[in-house]
């Protein structure tokens, strides 16, 4: 049974570029919750989705940031016109239910470097 | 709102000492409790967690958690610590039933030989 994965694990973008990260769930996890993580601090909530909704985007920037989880596919955060305070590891966990009382899963992360 | 506190930045511990890692909450009930380590490059791997009852909490690898309501603590601890737990470790916290975690800055170990 394979855990949540997620690709690419490295990825380096040119200031104002776009950025597509991508993270399949494990098997039968249909909620997915994407966190970043900045240089020496822990990892701040961004978004939770299920599938094809979003429940909550509190911790997302109002722009440029989006994300989706389509009914067929891996879950999707996607940053436009990426700037150099965006460098940082993007971690997906994902869930069979709403919340921790099931246990999250976390994938390996995507490493964004901007240059 | 809710936060959590890791005071130690970094630790060091020598193989077979044993280890205590500090973690402090600020919520206005009981939150779920959560300890995490992180490997370099890698993800998080939950080690324990605590809903409710026994306060004391037995995890992986060997590790164990208290919860201490009076002192809003939930510092994990380790006998005997192995090279292999070299790692930076991440406390967290969420409402029960709730689905935004919170971490803490997170403790880095360092162990030596």
């Known amino acids: 049974n394979a855990g949540v994965m997620q690709n690419p694990r490295h990825l380096v973008r040119r200031r104002g570029q776009e950025a597509r990260l991508r993270c399949s769930p494990m098997?039968?996890?249909?909620?997915v919750y994407w966190y970043r993580q900045l240089p020496e601090e822990g990892l701040k909530f961004m978004v939770y989705?299920?599938?094809?909704?979003?429940?909550?985007e509190s911790g997302m920037p109002k722009e440029r940031f989006s994300a989706e989880f389509p009914k067929e596919g891996p879950s999707i955060l996607r940053i436009q016109q990426v700037v150099r305070g965006d460098s940082a590891a993007y971690f997906c966990?994902?869930?069979?239910?709403?919340?921790?009382?099931?246990?999250?899963?976390f994938g390996s992360g995507t490493r964004l470097t901007v240059v | 709102a809710q936060s959590v506190t890791q005071p130690d930045i970094h630790i060091t511990v020598s193989e077979g000492a044993s280890l205590e890692l500090r973690c402090n909450y600020s919520?206005?009930?009981?939150?779920?409790l959560f300890w995490y380590v992180q490997s370099p490059g890698q993800g998080l791997q939950l080690l324990l967690k605590?809903?409710?009852?026994?306060?004391l909490v037995q995890g992986i690898k060997g590790f164990e958690a208290e919860f201490k309501r009076s002192q809003s603590s939930f510092n994990l601890r380790k006998p005997s610590v192995h090279w292999s737990d070299a790692a930076e470790y991440f406390c967290a916290v969420s409402d029960p039933g709730g689905f935004k975690t919170i971490f803490g800055a997170g403790t880095r170990l360092f162990v030596k030989a």
């Open positions: 098997k039968g996890h249909s909620h």
């Open positions: 989705l299920q599938k094809e909704n979003i429940i909550d």
């Open positions: 605590y809903f409710s009852g026994d306060t």
């Open positions: 919520y206005g009930a009981t939150p779920y």
């Open positions: 966990a994902s869930s069979p239910g709403q919340g921790e009382t099931y246990g999250y899963t």
